[in-house]
């Protein structure tokens, strides 16, 4: 690390005890690699470690969480999206899992005069929430097809029948004809009927803010029973104890994580355990002005975020990647023949490359949620998008392993978050890639 000049021994001392440390062990474990964070404690620590972990793809099979007054310890065993410990490969782990950590925990004390990072201004951003219904997203594609907006990515949410999007596009003509922008806001919010707004290109992490958009617009509609929220008080010892138990998936960690950070609750003790699909997570919780959960009512609150949060994820229906040569309108006609065939996107995301190519991932269902794609509707896919790839499958579960994926030729675009997550980063859209 390089100091500045006028920092004297006592500030090193300082910055270097507020410089999170990460050691990683690859041989202790057969089946998993353990990362361990050692840090200062400050709200929002343990979200943005764990966002930096599941952002490069790995699972968190078991985790341990502690802390005191001012320091935090974090052990987590990961695997990769097959259920493999991680390479060996010292640059693999050095170059990658340390800087994301070290970067997503740090105050960034080593140079306090450095400025704050600045958004993107050759792209817009465009936060979206509205109704779920048959063709929106199809409408949305459409509109700005018409109005010849290019995108450069999309991340669609659909949750009891409501939809967050986050919408990125190319300030192409915007200073030629400073109206257009308005102008796209209006189109957007009259075809989805819902509420459009500018927000800045320098979104923090684009899942936490979806899950931020779509908390009000919760109906009072009830989660299935497939999820358990518990809590008990120790008023002795001043923590609320939550216990959750569900269906494992991939990030389940992190929005379990992300509902209690913008609730405004402290974790400061936890563990977390999978056993093949089957996860079980407990943590020992204050708020941040100290208090514990003190009334029934905040005690239904918080569980009822929590289950809302863990299923708002969980993907629905089947799974189409497509691959293709970026060209104008292609979204809309491959969203049209998704609506005209009575199919609803669940979840959407789209990214833009570089190479002029377009890679995406739509949930598609039924309107009786019978998971029912025809052949035919596939082949009309096909034929919209014209030349490129399309796969379809449902979703790959951990517990399929290597063998059933490598028979399927390879995981394509399973994970798509951290591909759009890397690629805004080099677009400037975000602060960092973790």
């Known amino acids: 690390m390089e100091w500045p000049g006028s920092l004297d021994e006592y500030q090193k001392l300082v910055t270097r005890m507020n410089t999170p440390r990460v050691v990683i062990d690859n041989k202790v474990s057969p089946s998993t690699t353990i990362v361990k964070l050692h840090s200062a404690r400050k709200h929002g620590v343990l979200l943005e470690a764990i966002q930096a972990l599941s952002d490069l793809n790995l699972s968190i099979t078991k985790a341990y969480i502690s802390s005191d007054a001012s320091w935090f310890m974090d ?19 050095s170059s990658f899992i340390t800087p994301l950590l070290t970067a997503a925990t740090s105050d960034h004390l080593s140079h306090p005069t450095s400025p704050p990072p600045l958004p993107n201004t050759s792209l817009t951003a465009l936060e ?5 219904r048959l063709g929106a997203l199809s409408d949305l594609f459409a509109v700005l097809a018409d109005l010849d907006c290019s995108i450069a990515a999309v991340k669609t949410w659909t949750f009891n029948g409501c939809m967050a999007s986050l919408l990125f596009i190319h300030n192409v003509d915007f200073d030629q004809n400073p109206t257009k922008l308005n102008v796209i806001i209006t189109r957007l919010r009259h075809v989805i009927n819902g509420d459009v707004q500018p927000t800045s290109t320098a979104v923090s992490h684009s899942d936490r803010r979806l899950h931020q958009l779509l908390l009000p617009e919760q109906p009072s509609q ?6 358990s929220v518990t809590i ?20 389940l960690l992190f929005d379990v994580v992300c509902v209690l950070t913008d609730m405004n609750y402290v974790v400061f003790h936890g563990t977390v355990n999978t056993d093949g699909d089957k996860a079980h997570q407990e943590f020992y919780v204050r708020n941040s002005d100290g208090k514990i959960i003190g ?18 994820r969980a993907e629905k229906g089947l799974r189409l990647e497509i691959c293709a040569e970026d ?14 065939n009575g199919l609803s996107i669940t979840m959407a995301e789209v990214m833009r490359m570089e190479e002029k190519v377009v890679k995406s991932v739509f949930y598609v269902d039924d309107v009786a949620g019978c998971n029912l794609v025809s052949d035919k509707v596939i082949e009309m896919v096909k034929e919209r998008m014209g030349n490129g790839s399309l796969k379809v499958g449902e979703v790959l579960k951990k517990t399929l392993g290597r063998r059933k994926v490598e028979e399927d030729g390879g995981v394509g675009l399973v994970y798509l978050g951290s591909f759009v997550r890397r690629n805004l980063y080099n677009l400037g859209l975000i602060r960092s890639c973790s």
Do not use: M, W
């Not at 990961?78 to 390479?87: E, I, N, P, Q, V």
């Not at 939550?242 to 494992?248: L, P």
């Not at 009334?295 to 708002?312: D, H, Q």
């Open 327 to 340: 060209r104008h309108g292609l979204l809309a006609d491959v969203t049209r023949v998704l609506r005209e």
């Open 75 to 93: 052990v987590f065993h990961l695997t990769d999206h097959l259920s493999d410990k991680l390479s060996d490969d010292p640059h693999l782990l």
């Open 232 to 251: 008990q008080n120790l008023v002795k010892r001043d923590y609320s104890v939550i216990n959750i138990q569900c269906r494992d998936r991939p990030k």
């Open 128 to 132: 979206l929430t509205a109704g779920d």
């Open 295 to 312: 009334t029934e009512e905040e005690k239904e609150r918080v569980v009822k975020n929590l289950r809302t949060g863990i299923e708002r």
């Open 222 to 227: 009830s989660t299935p029973l497939t999820v």
